[in-house]
């Protein structure tokens, strides 16, 4: 079954308010410890002011292909699916593509019911997409991420950000339990985990998880067989 659903977004990200209220608390406590400042007369005299630092790169518009093959997907996933068509729509982060296994799907904010009946999630406290470091992201096992069962190491996966469009390769692939959250832990570079319930035709809550790890072509090392 092949669904189209041609959607077009533009998204502005500003830091979230909440991080801008700790970062002024942080420079308020800096100011309070400085109990060994010179006074005004010792102050060295002032100097040019710094350049001021490179503007953020522009938003770019993500485009996603509106296709969406169905044919490996449970029933009740269909079902799930076409009515989360019906609801409005989340803003996008991001697309989320892997050549090999023919996925594609757009990458929403959240791991809600209403996320993630309608395509992929960004896990709750990993990076944002287009920002350094871990982003996490879920699906279902019996919807888009499903045809994870055909990933291999050194698969490419590409995610089309706000920012720019990332190239990654599959780095390693595991099954864990699902109290697990080291995969999702932060990590010193740039790197996209993708997290899925196992096994993906089990009956029931599956009782495990199935973990692919991806990092950039520029620093990924296959593996010796």
Known sequence: MLLMVPLRYRSNRTLPGVVVTLLFAVTLASCRRGTDTPRASAQPKPTAPAPAPAPPPPSREVTWSGKVDTKLWSGIRVRTYKAALTRPTPPMLAILKIPSIHL??????????????????????????????????????DGYFRALKDIKEGDELVLETHVATE???????????????????????????????????????????????????????????
Do not use: M
Not at 105 to 116: E, F, I, K
Not at 128 to 134: M, Q
Not at 195 to 218: D, E, L, N, S
């Open 167 to 225: 190239q990654y390769r599959v780095e390693w692939i595991k099954i864990t339990v699902p109290t697990d959250v080291s995969v999702i832990a932060a990590t010193p570079g740039p790197a996209v985990t993708l997290v899925g319930c196992y096994p993906f035709y089990y009956q029931g809550p599956a009782p495990k998880r199935f973990i692919v790890r991806a990092v950039p072509v520029t620093v990924y090392a296959p593996h010796e067989k």
């Open 104 to 141: 594609e799907v757009p990458v929403y904010d959240g791991t809600s019911d209403a996320v993630l009946d309608l395509a992929a999630g960004r896990i709750e406290h990993t990076a944002l997409p287009g920002t350094p470091g871990n982003v996490g992201i879920a699906a279902h096992r």
